[in-house]
């Protein structure tokens, strides 16, 4: 399992090397985005508070730009039944899920890399920000993952998965908000691992439905 798993992520770099789409989608967004937050609306001159919201809402949208064509591209190219013929279900969706969590890792720290800066805020406790990136990351990813096979062989791709995905997320999203405000403005409150607690009962929730679903999903 782990050698399949790790076989459909190969496949997944390799093709994102050749054709680099989502990732110059997804940095051309962010980037676009991290401007015209800074610019626009003075993120400068904003609150505290607002900020450790506002990078996240940059972070969403850009995941529902790059993220709905994990198995899209499978059913575009014709691939969907050969990975059927020589593939078990639970490792092609390991390898997605752990190829869309790396890369969305990768995205989430060059985000906060820039939006710090640009914002001119400075760490506070470094543990909460490390939760919240690679709990971020693998929030993102398991949703992501789950919805863009549920919509792979739909009409109307990109509308249904943005439909499906952000009630899904609003959860995570605010307790992302709540731990990264503890990371870069208040520090430890007592509240944090709470926090932490919940973001962990998340992903492996959305992780453990995601395997459970798939199966019916792969073969309908």
Same mark, same amino acid.
């Given at each position: ?11 997944? *770099? ?30 400068? !001159?904003?609150? =505290? ?5 506002? *990078? ?16 899209? @591209?499978? %059913?575009?190219?014709? %691939? ?5 013929? @020589?593939?078990? =279900? ?13 890369? !969305? ?16 805020? @400075?760490?506070? @406790?470094?543990?909460?920000?490390? #939760?919240?990136? *690679? ?7 398991? *949703?992501? %993952? ?12 990109? #509308? ?6 952000i009630p ?19 520090g430890d409150?007592?509240?944090? !691992? ?5 973001? %962990? ?20």
């Amino acid at each position: 399992m782990i050698r399949s798993s790790i076989a459909i992520f190969k496949k997944e *770099v390799r093709q994102e090397l050749r054709t680099k789409y989502a990732m110059n989608t997804l940095l051309a967004f962010t980037g676009a985005s991290l401007l015209l937050v800074l610019f626009t609306l003075s993120a400068q !001159l904003l609150n =505290p508070t607002p900020k450790s919201g506002l *990078v996240w809402i940059i972070i969403l949208f850009a995941a529902m730009t790059g993220m709905a064509r994990t198995f899209v @591209h499978e %059913t575009e190219k014709k %691939t969907w039944d050969l990975l059927q013929l @020589h593939a078990d =279900p639970s490792d092609v969706y390991t390898g997605k899920l752990l190829y869309n969590f790396v890369f !969305l890792l990768v995205l989430l720290i060059l985000t906060f890399f820039f939006y710090l800066i640009m914002m001119d805020m @400075h760490i506070i @406790h470094w543990g909460y920000l490390l #939760a919240a990136v *690679v709990f971020g990351a693998a929030g993102l990813s398991s *949703v992501t %993952t789950m919805v863009s096979a549920m919509i792979a062989k739909a009409d109307r791709k990109g #509308a249904v998965f943005s439909v499906l995905c952000i009630p899904l997320l609003v959860p995570l999203l605010l307790i992302l908000t709540q731990t990264t405000k503890m990371a870069l403005i208040d520090g430890d409150d007592g509240s944090g !691992l709470n926090d932490v607690a919940a973001l %962990t009962g998340y992903c492996g929730a959305t992780i453990a439905a995601g395997v459970l679903l798939f199966d019916y999903i792969w073969e309908d």
